[in-house]
């Protein structure tokens, strides 16, 4: 999709941040103090804080959004209850609370896969009633319209965009590959079969493509999976099992699993080669989820350093919390195709009886460029959905990434995002696709009968949608 106005603004320059009202040091990342309680401060993005005291309750996938309420609360007084919520049990809860009449929380947020189940459901306020429209055109296109309902009513709005890049080490991009420039460093994953000869280089000079054999599954969703009702397997999600199969039977990865502690670990420096058993957890002798026992039990294996990472953009917080004495070290290119992860979508719940106090914050949140500057830098690079504040930013330096000017690279990645490849079936499918996959890398099934469970899970959970073999 395309991003509406933003190739205009950025040829027109940066745009000015008018900060007044409390005084403060736009992008500093502290808060001016108890003077904002009761002033407004304005910005050229339109929205002002407004607020004088009272309380709101936060639902939320993201624990972002606490750092976002206790900015909220030094500036205006108003009292934040943040509820960070595991993503498997958020929707359960939000609907029971919402269909169970409850006036609390007063915001609530989604994730693009679960947003279309929750505009049917009417859990989100109808927020062009509070001014939303004011606002058009000055978030990124793609970010404005997923927020919209099926009768474009304005829901809820990201203070994110999140394309999908490689995070590579730079130093042994340099040893390997003679150069850690990020255009030649992208054409080491330019497509499937390049990924795999670049893995077996790096094998050879004794490092690991990645931790783990899902790096690239954020580029992966070349199509959606359902179109006109049916099931849409493309070539594509083929070629995209191949490779994963090929990683993981041809020892190319550290056999990690994403988001398991030598995973965390790879970011930092060198981890031990787990074995195939190991990731599939038939050797239970080993628990890759405790890091307390992690290295004791594997003092004896061999060890390897990872190159590179496949993550949206919000990576850059993941990464900062855990690159340790790498940082200044890596670097972020392009993968294989224009790839998106996740997103942040506030709201305000349909039942919430304080919904002007809730629409001043996710303003706040959303649309304040205040804010946008203070989040760049209290993130260390998380990208933001507002464009005035991207163009401001885009030729800011990252250090952690090499000086490298993330916020250009992010703009440009942005473009080739298409969410209306997004539906609600994401999950249910894109989860039984990768244990089909996970089937046939370690043998547990072959290709035929893993494909023919993939078909049969698809059909049972969702009748309604053709599946054609």
Known sequence: MKLKKLLALTLTGMMLVSATGCGENAGNGTAAGTGC????????SGSSVTAEGGSLVVWTLAADLQQFAERYTEQTGVQIETVVIEPAEYPTKVQTALMGGEKEPDIIVGEPQMLEDFYTNGFFAN??????????????????KVGQDADGIQRAISYQITPAGIYYRRDIAQEVFGTDDPVEIGKKFA???????????????????????????????????????????????????DLVISLYQDDLTAYANQWSTPWFQAMSGDVPILTAEIQNYEDDSVNVWDAATFEEATA???????????????????????????????GVCAGPAYGFGGGTYIGISNLSAKKDLAWDFVKFCTLNEDTADWWIEASQGDTVSLISALNKHQNDENSIYGGEKLYSFWLEQAKGIDYSKVTKYDKVIGDAWGAAIGAIKTGQAT????????YDTVASTYPEITVER
């Open 191 to 241: 497509d499937y079969d390049t990924i795999l000869q670049t893995a077996q280089t790096l094998k050879d000079a004794g490092y690991r493509i990645f931790a783990s054999d899902s790096e690239i599954n954020y580029f992966s969703g070349d199509s959606a999976w359902v179109v006109d009702g049916k099931l849409n397997v493309s070539d594509a999600r083929f070629e995209y099992m």
């Open 37 to 44: 309680a009761t002033g407004s401060t304005s910005t050229s």
């Open 127 to 144: 927020l062009d009633e509070l001014g939303a429209k004011d606002f058009d055109g000055q978030i990124v296109d793609y970010v404005w």
């Open 300 to 330: 004896d294996l061999e060890r390897t350093t990872v190159f590179a990472y496949g993550l949206p953009s919000w990576g850059v917080l993941t990464m900062r919390d855990n690159v340790g004495e790498t940082s200044g070290k890596w």
């Open 447 to 454: 290709r035929e009968d893993a494909l023919n469970t993939f």
